[in-house]
């Protein structure tokens, strides 16, 4: 869980920054989060190859696009493109004294079919006491907002005349966040800086029920985002530690530099992410047109390799089972902290998986590595309530683990039920709720475990084809949307004619 400490001793000062470049559009999108325990270690591993980069290499490293045009006209007019939400965010960071100075502006789209009277922002670095400080909020028009309400993790601004669908209002947000000193991914140790969820941002908005913003619990995760495109200027205030070695960040897009501007732009994502540390080693390999980056801590380099490695892999095989990854780029990174955790565009894996790596594919490592990178379909590309129904992307995720394993470890297919499922004896409903089983093992053994088993046993139920070409489908139709377990067996009813009531009476309390 998280943990809530007090602000660090930080000069409380603030920068003033400048406006941002605008964002280009890319074409898809990306996804959310674990906390895992260990299984037991055997075995060996071999694939791919990776290569070291520097950190310019990495970092300034930029993808050029070709556009082909018909020279023939076509009778199928081409569809407007899809319009998102626009932060524009520019950032001071201050690593030795780890603190945040921020400038947001921020657009938002109506695309509902309702008349909203207020905007709602959640603001979930305000759950850590003395991290969050709001300094002026302002309308496009240069007005300020004087009647704002921040509780808890919400602010609502009523809004200055009714917004109709389909119509954009505008606001800009001066902001400092003072960093926990927190093993978490949002917060810093002696060896990195976490910063995600970091910004005041828009949740979805559900016609006839209001913003989609959850209460924290104490296990799984509550956070619902909206696709939205990001355009993000960082400026480090100094390059290097206080020991004089280089800052390194990693992100959830490529970085484009511009003097001492680190800039990024993606679009479109549902979270923006980044983490700064001076002791990240850095390697690079690609998957197609993906260029998969590592970072990682010193001194445990055949880990690195590994991490590296199956990340690609389970790029590969996703890519064929759920259809293309949609970023140029994709950062697997070290966290000083014990669980897993997924933004768009960029993971983490805890440094106990790096630390205890078995030197083969049955350990957490390699597990969760596949886990991490489904993450980036499921809740990237296609997102869910992950407090009502977290089972949408963790049970999802859950089972892509075994699916890494058939299509790269065959031979181990059985050691991963023996060991992540069967050995925990796990019990629970699957549809349960973030709120209810009390504690992490309980909810996962109901969500992940229970999850995976279930999807294995529709799998058996309705045939290779049905299940497979169900899971492309789903992808395609639902990318950049929010779904629910409805959408779900809905579209799952188009791909077989088979009785699976017995599958929902023994799986799912409210099905």
């Excluded at 809004?159 to 606001?171: A, I, T």
């Excluded at 955790?341 to 440094?351: A, I, N, V």
């Excluded at 045939?463 to 070409?469: K, L, M, R």
Aim: glycine share 6%; with cysteine; aromatic share 14%.
């Amino acid at each position: 869980m998280r943990v809530f400490v007090s602000k660090p001793n930080c000069p409380n000062t603030r920068t003033t920054l400048a406006s941002l470049f605008c964002v280009i559009l890319i074409t898809s999108v990306i996804l959310t989060a674990c906390r895992l325990p260990s299984v037991d270690p055997n075995g060996t591993a071999t694939r791919d190859e990776s290569k070291q980069a520097t950190v310019t290499d990495v970092q300034n490293t930029l993808i050029s696009a070709t556009e082909t045009i018909s020279p023939t006209p076509t009778f199928t007019p081409t569809p407007e493109p899809e319009m998102f939400s626009q932060y524009d965010l520019t950032v001071l960071f201050d690593y030795e004294n780890p603190h945040l100075a921020v400038d947001m502006s921020l657009t938002y789209l109506n695309k509902s079919e309702e008349t909203l009277n207020e905007i709602l922002l959640v603001v979930d670095a305000n759950r850590y006491a003395g991290a969050f400080h709001l300094q002026e909020i302002a309308w496009e028009d240069g007005q300020v907002v004087s009647d704002a309400q921040l509780d808890g993790i919400r602010l609502s601004l009523p809004l200055q005349q009714p917004l109709n669908p389909q119509e954009e209002v505008s606001l800009s947000i001066a902001y400092e966040i003072y960093l926990p000193n927190n093993r978490d991914y949002f917060g810093y140790t002696e060896r990195q800086a976490n910063i995600s969820d970091w910004y005041p941002y828009l949740p979805p908005y559900i016609p006839g029920e209001g913003w989609l913003a959850r209460d924290p619990g104490t296990i799984g995760e509550h956070l619902a985002y909206d696709m939205a495109g990001f355009n993000v200027r960082i400026k480090l205030a100094s390059p290097t530690n206080p020991e004089g070695l280089p800052l390194v960040i990693a992100a959830s897009a490529r970085a484009e530099f511009d003097g001492e501007w680190y800039n990024y732009r993606l679009e479109p994502a549902r979270t923006f992410a980044w983490t700064v540390s001076h002791l990240y080693q850095v390697q690079q390999t690609t998957v197609g047109d993906t260029t998969v980056i590592g970072y990682a801590f010193p001194n445990h380099q055949e880990a690195e390799d590994t991490a590296l490695r199956e990340t690609a892999n389970s790029l590969e095989v996703f890519n064929e089972l759920f259809g293309p990854y949609p970023y140029d780029t994709l950062s697997v990174v070290e966290g000083d902290f014990l669980n897993g955790m997924e933004f768009s565009g960029l993971f983490y894996l805890s440094h106990a998986f790096y630390d205890f790596y078995p030197g083969n594919p049955m350990g957490n490592l390699t597990i969760i590595t596949a886990h991490e990178v489904a993450h980036q379909w499921f809740y990237g590309l296609v997102a869910n309530d992950q407090a009502l129904e977290p089972w949408l992307d963790e049970a999802t995720t859950t089972y892509s683990e075994v699916l890494f394993y058939e299509h790269v470890y065959p031979e181990l297919v059985e050691w991963w039920w023996n060991n992540r499922i069967y050995f925990h004896q796990p019990v629970g409903w699957v549809d349960s709720t973030i709120y209810e089983t009390g504690a992490f093992y309980p909810y996962r053994d109901a969500v992940y475990l229970r999850g995976a088993m279930f999807l294995q046993d529709l799998r058996d139920l309705i045939g290779e084809e049905a299940f497979f070409s169900f899971w492309r489908e789903y992808v395609e139709r639902y990318s950049n949307q929010l779904v629910t377990g409805d959408d779900f067996f809905n579209l799952l009813g188009h791909h077989t004619s088979a009785d699976i009531s017995g599958l929902l009476a023994e799986y799912f309390r409210t099905r």
